[in-house]
């Protein structure tokens, strides 16, 4: 999503002018566990990491705890 707001703002797929264009971007994805996605030297200043643990053969974000969809199991069950 960002990559496509990027190259309709940059209005071309050349490299410097779609470089340009995701580097002034502001992106707000509501399916990522963390703010908005703002680039300051090619660095994601709005990212943090999100944990995942596979529970009862569901892939459940367990970190950070405002975006978490189950409790992390540790230490992990044994499968039998």
Do not use: H
């Amino acid at each position: 999503m960002l990559l496509a707001d990027s190259l309709e703002r940059a209005r071309s797929a050349d490299k410097e002018k779609l470089t340009a264009a995701v580097a002034s971007s502001t992106f707000k994805a509501d399916l990522m566990p963390y703010g908005p996605t703002k680039f300051t030297n090619g660095q994601n200043e709005g990212a943090r990491p999100g944990v995942m643990q596979s529970l009862k053969g569901d892939i459940e974000v367990i970190a950070p705890e405002e975006f978490a969809s189950a409790k992390a199991v540790f230490p992990r069950p044994k499968f039998t």
